[in-house]
């Protein structure tokens, strides 16, 4: 079982900066991909960023060039530097996992999710 946990969301001025981390990987399971989705109220879930074991990230087009995705492997963790946050970018943001299971399957594992809001 893989339980996923956000943290670092929270209040921040327009053009600031946040980093966001997921934690809960396991050392030692097969890993499809890691991704940030997000939910705005009143939207559909929208992917952020993903980011495959063995090819480049891709990013939604409302946030390239102001967030990154990465992995940290030795700390088992997942960050995603967001910069030059928006008004636009407040959501709830969750991480996400795909990772193959003992039945050879692929399963998708998500965190409870983390309150990011861009004001004044």
């Known amino acids: 079982q893989v339980q996923l946990v956000e943290s670092g969301g929270g209040l921040v001025q327009p053009g600031g900066s946040l980093r966001l981390s997921c934690t809960g990987f396991?050392?030692?399971?097969?890993?499809?991909?890691t991704g940030w989705y997000r939910q705005a109220p009143g939207k559909e879930r929208e992917l952020v960023a993903r980011?495959?074991?063995?090819?480049?990230?891709n990013y939604a087009d409302s946030v390239k060039g102001r967030f990154t995705i990465s992995r940290d492997t030795a700390k088992n963790t997942m960050y995603l530097q967001m910069n030059s946050l928006k008004p636009e970018d407040t959501a709830v943001y969750y991480c996400?996992?795909?990772?193959?299971?003992?039945?050879?399957?692929?399963?998708?594992?998500w965190g409870q999710g983390t309150q990011v809001t861009v004001s004044l």
């Open positions: 996400t996992a795909d990772i193959i299971g003992s039945d050879t399957r692929t399963h998708s594992y």
């Open positions: 396991r050392s030692g399971i097969l890993l499809v991909a």
């Open positions: 980011l495959p074991r063995s090819s480049s990230a």
